[in-house]
């Protein structure tokens, strides 16, 4: 399993960017992609998250400016990023959740970096 992410970059405040993270060598049902940021000397945290039929769930400091959105027929999600701020820079890493049976297994991408100039 593979995943490769794209679309980061340096933008100024009120920007906007959209990170792509398209999964390879899947060969089970994906349950569940999403991106996660860490910003410098910080844990990592969740930015949003969506299931395969679509429910989303999104930190409360971006609800309103992301959108997160997936082709689950490509493996693909995405995530629009509007109106960015400062606090949104850092590393941002997607992932994919895939059941096999009754085992949950995840994968991580190898992160994209967004740096936000005020």
């Known amino acids: 399993v593979q995943l490769q992410a794209s679309g980061g970059g340096l933008v100024q405040a009120g920007g906007s960017l959209r990170l792509s993270c398209a999964a390879s060598?899947?060969?089970?049902?994906?349950?569940?992609m999403g991106w996660y940021r860490q910003a410098p000397g910080k844990q990592r945290d969740l930015v949003a998250a969506?299931?395969?039929?679509?429910?989303?769930t999104y930190a409360d400091s971006v609800k309103d400016r992301f959108t997160i959105s997936r082709d689950n027929t490509a493996n693909t999600v995405y995530l629009k990023m509007n109106d960015l701020k400062s606090e949104d820079t850092g590393v941002y890493f997607c992932y994919v959740g895939i059941v096999v049976g009754l085992e949950y297994s995840e994968y991580w991408g190898q992160g994209t970096q967004v740096t936000v100039s005020s």
């Open positions: 060598g899947i060969m089970f049902s994906i349950v569940g």
């Open positions: 969506i299931t395969r039929g679509g429910t989303t």
